[in-house]
């Protein structure tokens, strides 16, 4: 069972750039949720994908914006990076029904300079 | 709306010692609660669910939790500490996400754990 992947593992961009995260869902998982953990605080739900449409959304503007495609796996779009964008993003898959339980990715750390 | 709070942002233990990390929710259903952890420059891992059978969950290396509904509390234990569980700890609850059918996972800020000889 594969478990679920994320890239770039790292990443440095610019304020006012654009950034595209990617993210590869469990095997037999339908459901991907993305999260972001700012420095020293816990996950922040933006916003979950299931069916290649949005599922719901946290409190994250509209520049956050995401995909997922037919073999479940998904992006994260970020339109004209600010300073506090730089955090932790997670990737979590889950079984839709069982969305509850989710398994997380690696994460992606972004730095915004 | 489902909340939960973690007492502790940073409790120390000698090994060998008993571990007890704190964790106390808000929900207007009743919840599923999970622990995650969470290495360094790493991913959250789960640790152990509550899905409402029964209340003593038993998780990966030695933890456990107890679902206490009349203290609204999750608080996650281990009887003996080992180096290797120096990590962050988050608990976190399920909440339905209203406009979409499927659920979101709301965390509180976590307790970092530090093992001492």
């Known amino acids: 069972e594969t478990g679920v992947t994320q890239s770039p593992t790292h990443l440095i961009k610019t304020r006012g750039q654009q950034v595209t995260l990617r993210c590869s869902s469990q095997s037999g998982h339908n459901t991907v949720s993305w999260y972001q953990q700012a420095l020293g605080q816990g996950p922040q739900f933006i916003f979950q994908y299931y069916r290649e449409e949005e599922n719901g959304r946290g409190n994250f503007p509209p520049r956050f914006s995401g995909l997922q495609f037919p073999n479940y796996s998904s992006e994260l779009n970020v339109n004209a990076l600010e300073l506090d964008d730089s955090a932790l993003y997670l990737c979590a898959s889950s079984l839709r029904g069982q969305s509850y339980e989710q398994y997380f990715g690696p994460g992606t750390r972004l730095t915004v300079t | 709306a489902q909340s939960v709070t973690q007492l502790g942002s940073h409790v120390s233990v000698s090994e060998g010692a008993l571990v007890l990390l704190r964790c106390n929710y808000s929900?207007?259903?009743?919840?599923?609660l999970f622990w995650y952890v969470q290495y360094p420059n790493q991913g959250l891992q789960l640790l152990l669910k509550y899905t409402s059978a029964a209340t003593l969950v038993k998780g990966i290396n030695g933890f456990e939790a107890e679902f206490k509904k009349s203290e609204t509390s999750f608080h996650l234990t281990k009887p003996s500490a080992h180096m290797s569980d120096a990590a962050e700890y988050f608990c976190?609850?399920?909440?339905?996400?209203?406009?979409?059918?499927?659920?979101?996972?709301?965390f509180g800020t976590g307790t970092q754990l530090k093992v001492e000889l």
């Open positions: 976190a609850v399920s909440a339905p996400i209203l406009t979409g059918g499927g659920n979101k996972l709301t």
């Open positions: 929900s207007s259903v009743p919840p599923y």
